[in-house]
């Protein structure tokens, strides 16, 4: 078992409370990802759990158990960072090897451990290799293989991607959301990447100055964010924000609408504008436009060909419109 309860869990540091009183539930098996821009807390909520920051008040538990003033190592879990954290003089199975070592597990035994990890992460043809002699994907698979053969309750990966290149990111998500599906392992994931978030997760914390704003799965968020901040966090480009006299005649102080839910026009619709900058993407056209209502970004096809200076119409999906009032609130 695997759940993860957080009950009124307080972080201060001095005077400054980092994380105000939170509450969480994490079924066993989950794939939980807390998400947030810099700052918002989610790396020190994850060490909290961790048990690398001592809890100010409040109680964690983990398969029921009381873990709050646990040591690390007696909590069950296996942590991932960002580093990679591996000793350079070591080769791939002796990296993967060491944790167990020191728990004096029987040699045979953890030699099948580190086998099989290394069977599940593709890593079987480079056991004889040191750190310096992989590529960073590689690398970061052996931090992972070395958390999995300590078979523990939860993993805990610390933006583990953000040492990769664009390309080899897109590929370890992949690769760490079949791990998830392979083991079926509680895995709490932290990043500052929204896409990382709704690609990898089946449930989504995000958090802002140490408060949890919503909890939802990625189409949850995307589809009925609880409020202005979770809007604008969550969807790719951003969401376009219209204030004033037209979002009151559209039914709210503030009304939120997706780039990929206004259609461009050359000759009619509601809003029209000057485009100040286009991005063509080959199958997406980002435009950024100019409009009596604000700047709106919008989402079309490749094949939109405009360019800066041009005016174009835009008609936004009035059942896509998001509603917010004074307080940000969704309405």
């Given at each position: 078992m695997g759940n993860i309860t957080l009950d009124k869990v307080v972080k201060r540091f001095g005077d400054v409370e980092v994380i105000p009183p939170l509450d969480l539930e994490i079924a066993d098996g989950e794939f939980v990802v807390f998400v947030g821009p810099s700052g918002c807390g989610k790396s020190t909520?994850?060490?909290?759990?961790a048990g690398l920051e001592d809890l100010t008040s409040g109680h964690i538990e983990i398969s029921g158990r009381d873990v709050s003033h646990l040591a690390p190592g007696d909590r069950g879990l296996a942590m991932v960072f960002q580093s990679y954290a591996l000793y350079p003089h070591m080769t791939v199975r002796e990296n993967m090897l060491f944790p167990l070592e020191m728990t004096r597990v029987d040699s045979r035994a953890a030699n099948e451990k580190v086998e099989r990890a290394a069977e599940v992460?593709?890593?079987s043809a480079y056991m004889d290799r040191k750190p310096g002699q992989l590529s960073g994907g590689q690398r970061q698979r052996v931090a992972i293989g070395r958390a999995i053969v300590r078979e523990p309750s939860a993993f805990l990966f610390d933006e583990p991607l953000s040492n990769l290149d664009a390309a080899l990111?897109?590929?370890m998500r992949i690769e760490i959301a079949e791990l998830h599906a392979k083991l079926g392992t509680t895995m709490i994931?932290?990043?500052?990447?929204q896409v990382e978030a709704m690609t990898m997760a089946d449930r989504i914390v995000v958090l802002q100055a140490g408060r949890i704003e919503q909890v939802g799965t990625p189409l949850e968020l995307y589809e009925r964010p609880c409020n202005e901040f979770v809007a604008?966090?969550?969807g790719s480009p951003r969401m376009n924000f219209i204030r004033g006299a037209e979002a009151e005649r559209l039914g709210a102080p503030v009304i939120g609408i997706r780039p990929e839910h206004i259609n461009a026009s050359r000759d009619a619709g509601m809003w029209n504008g000057k485009v100040s900058f286009s991005e063509h993407l080959g199958s997406d056209t980002y435009l950024h436009i100019d409009t009596d209502v604000g700047p709106v970004n919008v989402r079309t096809t490749g094949e939109f060909g405009v360019h800066r200076g041009d005016t174009v119409w835009l008609n936004?999906?009035?059942?896509?419109?998001?509603?917010?009032?004074?307080?940000?609130?969704?309405v």
């Amino acid at each position: 078992m695997g759940n993860i309860t957080l009950d009124k869990v307080v972080k201060r540091f001095g005077d400054v409370e980092v994380i105000p009183p939170l509450d969480l539930e994490i079924a066993d098996g989950e794939f939980v990802v807390f998400v947030g821009p810099s700052g918002c807390g989610k790396s020190t909520l994850l060490r909290i759990i961790a048990g690398l920051e001592d809890l100010t008040s409040g109680h964690i538990e983990i398969s029921g158990r009381d873990v709050s003033h646990l040591a690390p190592g007696d909590r069950g879990l296996a942590m991932v960072f960002q580093s990679y954290a591996l000793y350079p003089h070591m080769t791939v199975r002796e990296n993967m090897l060491f944790p167990l070592e020191m728990t004096r597990v029987d040699s045979r035994a953890a030699n099948e451990k580190v086998e099989r990890a290394a069977e599940v992460l593709n890593l079987s043809a480079y056991m004889d290799r040191k750190p310096g002699q992989l590529s960073g994907g590689q690398r970061q698979r052996v931090a992972i293989g070395r958390a999995i053969v300590r078979e523990p309750s939860a993993f805990l990966f610390d933006e583990p991607l953000s040492n990769l290149d664009a390309a080899l990111r897109v590929n370890m998500r992949i690769e760490i959301a079949e791990l998830h599906a392979k083991l079926g392992t509680t895995m709490i994931y932290v990043t500052h990447d929204q896409v990382e978030a709704m690609t990898m997760a089946d449930r989504i914390v995000v958090l802002q100055a140490g408060r949890i704003e919503q909890v939802g799965t990625p189409l949850e968020l995307y589809e009925r964010p609880c409020n202005e901040f979770v809007a604008g966090f969550i969807g790719s480009p951003r969401m376009n924000f219209i204030r004033g006299a037209e979002a009151e005649r559209l039914g709210a102080p503030v009304i939120g609408i997706r780039p990929e839910h206004i259609n461009a026009s050359r000759d009619a619709g509601m809003w029209n504008g000057k485009v100040s900058f286009s991005e063509h993407l080959g199958s997406d056209t980002y435009l950024h436009i100019d409009t009596d209502v604000g700047p709106v970004n919008v989402r079309t096809t490749g094949e939109f060909g405009v360019h800066r200076g041009d005016t174009v119409w835009l008609n936004p999906n009035e059942q896509s419109i998001h509603r917010f009032d004074t307080n940000g609130m969704a309405v």
